[in-house]
Each structure stands twice: as structure tokens, then as C-alpha cells.
């Protein structure tokens, strides 16, 4: 089977861009021929994630997205205009964002080949004017959310029957890997530097944790536009030595092992590959309870303990225990683990061989 993704960008560090690369190299694993097209991007450009061998990467160079209005319709069109002139009939399509969804489900309208749009956001991230275009994407073979939330979200919303759920895959084989150092005086917590990550209210809402415990230190690993401010927030806060910014890594297992606590502190997440990851390798979580994704990763008290959305008494409170408690760590951390073994690559692949399966048969 060929099948061929979009995405705006395959280059930045960011989930969406290691999800679809690391989804790509799933499927070329299980004998698919595997396309991405970088919509945005061009030849010369870096890639933060290694490559999958034997996928074909194109890139057209169509300039950075913009979030001006008339510009955006012109970037609609010409990439509609792009996909008629150059969509093969024999291939399965997967866009992976907002704008090309919206552009291949107008292709639809012309062409009746097969395509599968994927949401890799919470519901509403775009704003209501984007939510409302969504009805659009019932012209989609299938939409992919990656919660159960997300699914109903759709239906009562858009009307949408279409839409299927596939959490993201874990991007490396866990079960074999040793266990963090639950004795680690180190909290610590993935991503870009970006207003959605919250690390500027983190840093606030953890400096009475920090003076509780002043051995105790908090990573904020990542890059992005934020990182001068973050440094500046960090020094008026006298927090140097005990809040650092490291740079981001392509070897994340390390970074993980070398902590005994995860925190997320995002203003939104869709199904955050960071949390999986660190339940899967034995970190317990602590995280806010913000929309949708944490809720369906962690289990309160069971595997990592979610707090009520900006509640920073309660975000506090709950580090306080984590870090006064190796016993407690210790617990929460190994029941992630274990719980985590239903997102392996070999789980979720089972669930997108019958969707694709599916619209190869039934696609019109």
C-alpha cells in the first residue's frame, strides 16, 4: 500500500513533526511505500528528527504559514490548485494539520481520492471561525483524533460520523529499558519554548517548591522563542542553578532517566508525546488537567497526579509530596510503566491497518 502524508513543516522540534515522522517509519516497518510532503519547507532546510530510511521527501517550498487572513486563503488556494495538478489515484493521503485538512476536503469536492485527515491538537485550538470550517472534513474519507473527547467533540459540534480514534504510538520500545533513579533530586519537563508550554507560569508557580527544597532542581529542556525571557523570568526569580534551560536533544531517553519527576504545565495539549513518554519510561507525572490530552494519559493517583486546571496550590501541594516521598515516586512511576504498554508502535499500528484497510475498500 502507498501512502502519503502532509504536513506544514517537517523540520521544527515539535509533536506533531516527531509524530508523523515516527508514524511514517511504522508503516514502512510494516512493508507500506511511504511519501511525506513538506508543505512549507525546502531542500536546504534542517530536520530537529532523524529521518526514517526509504522515505521520500518532497518539499515545496511554499514559505512559512501565515496567520493573516487574505494570505491564508491565498496559501488555501494555491495548495489546492497544487493537489489537482499533482494527487496520484493510487495512493492513501494523510494530511496532518488544520489548513491542509481544509484543502484536501475542498479537493474532495473535485477528486474522489482517498484521504485522511488527522487532528493532532485539542478541539478549538484554531478558534471558533476554524471550528465552524471543520464541517468541511466530512468530505474526508475519515478524520483521526486522538481522543474519545476530541470524537464526540466532532460529532455533537460538526456533525461529523467520520471520525475514528488513534492515540499516538510511542516512539521507542520501553519495556526493556531500566528504570529511572527514583533517589534523583531532578524534576523535569519537555518542549518548546512556546506561550501554549506555560513554562513562564511553571517557573513562578514552583519557586516556594524550589525554597522548600533547595537541592532539588527543575529542567525545562527545549528551544524555541521564548527561551530569552524564560532566562530573564529565571534570574528575576533568583532561581539560577535550581531552574535551567537545557537545549533541546535528539536522544530524549537520557534526559527522561535522569529525573524522578515529569511536570506539564501547557495552557492546551492534544495527546502530548512527552507525558506518554515519561509514563512509559517510569517517571511519575505531575500535571495540570488542562484540554483534553493529560486526562487520557494519566491516571490520578494511580500512575501520576492531575491537578485542576492553574490550580497552583494544589500543582505545589502535589510536587511537595512527589519530592518528600521516594517511596511515593517509586509507586506512581512504576504503574505508569506498566500502564503504558497499550500506546506500543505494535498496538496503535493494529488500529490504523483496519482504517486503512477500511478506506482502501470503501473510499469514494
Request: charge should be positive.
Amino acid at each position: 500500500m502507498e501512502i502519503h502524508f502532509f504536513i506544514p513543516d517537517v523540520n521544527p522540534l515539535g509533536g506533531r513533526e516527531r509524530v508523523v515522522l515516527e508514524t511514517a517509519r511504522l508503516f514502512i516497518q510494516q512493508g507500506h511505500q511511504v511519501y511525506l510532503t513538506s508543505i512549507e519547507s525546502a531542500n536546504h532546510d534542517t530536520c530537529t528528527y532523524d529521518i526514517p530510511p526509504n522515505l521520500s521527501i518532497q518539499h515545496l517550498n511554499f514559505g512559512k504559514h501565515t496567520h493573516r487572513r487574505l494570505l491564508k486563503i491565498v496559501y488555501e488556494i494555491k495548495l489546492i490548485f497544487w493537489l489537482l495538478k499533482n494527487i496520484k489515484s493510487d495512493r492513501i493521503y494523510i494530511s496532518t494539520d488544520v489548513w491542509s485538512n481544509l484543502a484536501f476536503s475542498v479537493f474532495r469536492l473535485f477528486r474522489k481520492n482517498t484521504i485522511i485527515g488527522c487532528d493532532h491538537g485539542a478541539y478549538g485550538t484554531g478558534g471558533p471561525k476554524v471550528n465552524w470550517l471543520k464541517g468541511i472534513y466530512r468530505h474526508l474519507n475519515a478524520l483521526v483524533v486522538l481522543t474519545e473527547e476530541d470524537r464526540n467533540t466532532y460529532q455533537q459540534k460538526n456533525g461529523l460520523n467520520n471520525v475514528c480514534v488513534i492515540p499516538n504510538a510511542l516512539p521507542f520500545a520501553a519495556e526493556h529499558l531500566p528504570l529511572p533513579d527514583y533517589a534523583a533530586k531532578k524534576i523535569i519537563t519537555l518542549g518548546r519554548f512556546a506561550p501554549i508550554k506555560g513554562y513562564d507560569l511553571l517557573i513562578r508557580e514552583i519557586k516556594p517548591v524550589l525554597r522548600q527544597y533547595p537541592d532539588w532542581q527543575l529542567y525545562i529542556v527545549g528551544k524555541g522563542e521564548m527561551q530569552q525571557r524564560l532566562q530573564d523570568l529565571i534570574e528575576a526569580e533568583q532561581l539560577q542553578g535550581q531552574v535551567i534551560l537545557q537545549a533541546a536533544v535528539k536522544e530524549v531517553i537520557p534526559e527522561y532517566l535522569s529525573a524522578s519527576v515529569y511536570v506539564c504545565s501547557s495552557l492546551k495539549e492534544g495527546f502530548p508525546m512527552t507525558l506518554l513518554e515519561a509514563k512509559s519510561l517510569g517517571l511519575p507525572i505531575v500535571s495540570y488537567d488542562c484540554n483534553h490530552g493529560p486526562r487520557h494519559i494519566i491516571q490520578h493517583e494511580q500512575d501520576g497526579l492531575l491537578i485542576p486546571y492553574r490550580d497552583a496550590q494544589q500543582f505545589a501541594a502535589a510536587l511537595n509530596r512527589l519530592l518528600a516521598n521516594e517511596t511515593l515516586r517509586e509507586q506512581l512511576g512504576k504503574a505508569g510503566k506498566h500502564n503504558a504498554a497499550a500506546y506500543t508502535p505494535a498496538n496503535i499500528y493494529q488500529k490504523w491497518r483496519q482504517l486503512l484497510e477500511q478506506v482502501d475498500n470503501h473510499g469514494n
